[in-house]
């Protein structure tokens, strides 16, 4: 019998740094370099659409040629030789989980490969730059197509979902997500209800640390493969 039977893992921008992406709120993270309301809600995009798409145009040629690290690896291994579920919901816009072999993923924030239509709300995927020039291809309409990423104020991708596995599940793994944006920053709280073991694997204890039953701190890369060593027994 394994230990847990349904395991919630929580990725956050940590996660993807020693692929070399940066994260948000580190001293020299992209909100050091870019104010989030000129670039990261929707009220920015209808202000001036130019300045936001360019600002993701850059982290979508950044995102090209990145590769998952052993973190990202370990948590793919922990999904395909676990005995019971694991559901990965990650914040991360990059391809990196899916990359390392992750199956069973939400990318609650949405996907930096794809687009969306603020008309039609069609979504594809997308790997050139974007520019206000084009045209849905469902709808027809101009001005409209946008990066598939959530921004503040808007709802997270598939919370029905989430909210079910984190009430049924016994293991929920925070990894690499400093807990200061919601409703993620919320999880751990809502799997404690449901009696679940909490653990932290972060670089140094986040602004949450307090709720989880158990911390390890230390680099992705070292920490997760350790942890998910011990998991697989
Ligand atoms: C390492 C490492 C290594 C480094 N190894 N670790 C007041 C109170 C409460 C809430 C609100 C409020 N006012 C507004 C809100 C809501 C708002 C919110 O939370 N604001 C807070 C800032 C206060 N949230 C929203 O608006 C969300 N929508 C919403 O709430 O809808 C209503 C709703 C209600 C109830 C249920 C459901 C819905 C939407 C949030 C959208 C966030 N969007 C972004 C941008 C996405 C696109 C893009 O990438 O550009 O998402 S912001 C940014 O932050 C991005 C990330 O996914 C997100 C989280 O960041 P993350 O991943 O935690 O990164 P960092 O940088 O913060 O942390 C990295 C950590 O890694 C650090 O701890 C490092 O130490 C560590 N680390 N190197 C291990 N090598």
Same mark, same amino acid.
């Given at each position: 019998m394994?230990?847990?039977?349904?395991?919630?893992?929580l990725?956050g921008?940590?996660?993807?740094?020693e692929?070399?992406l940066?994260?948000?709120?580190?001293?020299?993270?992209?909100?050091?370099?870019?104010?989030?309301?000129?670039?990261?809600?929707?009220q920015?995009?209808?202000r001036?659409p130019?300045?936001v798409?360019?600002?993701?145009n850059?982290?979508?040629?950044g995102?090209?040629?990145v590769?998952?690290n052993a973190?990202?690896?370990?948590?793919?291994r922990l999904?395909?030789?676990?005995?019971?579920d694991?559901l @990965?919901v990650?914040? =991360?816009i990059? %391809?990196?989980?899916?990359?390392?072999?992750?199956?069973?993923? *939400? !990318?609650m924030?949405?996907?930096?490969?794809?687009?969306?239509?603020?008309?039609?709300g069609?979504r594809?995927?997308?790997?050139?730059?974007?520019?206000?020039?084009?045209?849905?291809?469902?709808?027809?309409?101009k001005g409209?197509m946008?990066?598939?990423?959530?921004?503040?104020?808007?709802?997270?991708?598939?919370?029905?979902?989430?909210?079910?596995?984190?009430g049924?599940?016994?293991?929920?793994?925070?990894?690499?997500?400093?807990?200061?944006?919601?409703?993620?920053?919320?999880?751990v709280?809502?799997?404690?209800?449901a009696?679940?073991? @909490?653990?932290?694997? =972060?670089?140094? %204890?986040s602004?949450?640390?307090s709720?989880?039953?158990e911390? *390890? !701190?230390g680099?992705?890369t070292?920490?997760?493969?350790?942890y998910?060593?011990?998991l697989?027994?």
């Open positions: 394994p230990k847990y039977e349904r395991i919630v893992i990725s921008a940590g996660l993807s740094a692929s070399g940066s994260t948000f709120r580190d001293k020299d993270g992209i909100w050091a370099r870019h104010k989030i309301e000129d670039v990261a809600t929707p920015a995009f209808a001036d130019e300045r798409l360019e600002f993701y850059t982290r979508r040629k995102a090209g040629g590769k998952p973190a990202h690896e370990a948590l793919a999904e395909s030789e676990h005995p019971g694991v @990965t990650t914040q =991360n990059d %391809p990196l989980h899916e990359m390392a072999g992750t199956r069973r993923l *939400i !990318h924030h949405g996907e930096i490969l794809k687009i969306l239509c603020n008309h039609c069609a594809e995927p997308w790997e050139d730059d974007l520019s206000t020039d084009l045209a849905c291809r469902i709808c027809g309409e409209g946008r990066p598939d990423v959530v921004w503040f104020g808007e709802m997270p991708y598939e919370m029905e979902e989430i909210s079910r596995a984190l049924a599940c016994d293991l929920f793994i925070s990894v690499g997500t400093s807990g200061t944006v919601y409703p993620a920053a919320g999880f709280m809502e799997a404690r209800g009696g679940a073991h @909490t653990v932290e694997l =972060n670089l140094e %204890p602004e949450g640390a709720m989880f039953a911390t *390890i !701190h680099p992705a070292q920490v997760v493969p350790k998910v060593e011990t697989l027994g």
